[in-house]
């Protein structure tokens, strides 16, 4: 059996704060927040769910990758953090350009790009231990005019 962990709502916002460093490119701090047991759910560009994405090295690698499509992406959160015992859920919005990269895009390099998403965490330890994500992907493709 599991032992849940309740984490302060001060606990959550500093957490969170480092999230966003780290999806705004700080990749150093993967170190810091990220278990090396992380485990990720979500629907991948390329089929995956997300389970290939392992530990800090996986993390930073996801981050890398959703960043050279889009080196000035810019995260910041709209609602939350929200608590609830050992989870903290935040909805986020991304604004960057585009920079080339995604196959089947008609959207030109340097076209503005908006899209929202959703994450939610499980935090063991001061670390993140489970991580889910829900990106408007749709949204994003469409501006990128993937399929048009």
Do not use: C
């Not at 704060?17 to 150093?28: E, I, M, P, S």
């Not at 994405?53 to 990758?65: E, H, P, R, W, Y």
């Not at 810019?74 to 991304?94: K, M, N, Q, Y």
């Not at 939610?120 to 990106?135: K, P, T």
Request: glycine share 12%.
């Amino acid at each position: 059996m599991t032992t849940t962990e309740n984490i302060t709502e001060e606990a959550a916002a500093s957490l969170v704060t480092k999230w966003l460093n780290l999806w705004n490119g700080d990749l150093d701090i993967a170190d810091d927040i990220i278990a090396e047991a992380n485990r990720v759910h979500a629907a991948m560009f390329d089929g995956g769910d997300g389970s290939a994405v392992g530990g800090v090295s996986g993390m930073k690698s996801l981050v890398a990758q959703m960043r050279s499509l889009m080196s000035d992406l810019t995260f910041s959160v709209e609602v939350g953090p929200l608590v609830d015992a050992d989870h903290v859920v935040v909805r986020w919005v991304a604004t960057g350009h585009y920079g080339g990269g995604v196959p089947g895009a008609g959207a030109p390099v340097g076209t503005e790009v908006t899209f929202h998403g959703t994450d939610i965490l499980r935090i063991n330890g001061q670390q993140i231990v489970e991580y889910w994500l829900n990106a408007d992907t749709l949204d994003l493709m469409t501006q990128l005019q993937v399929g048009s």
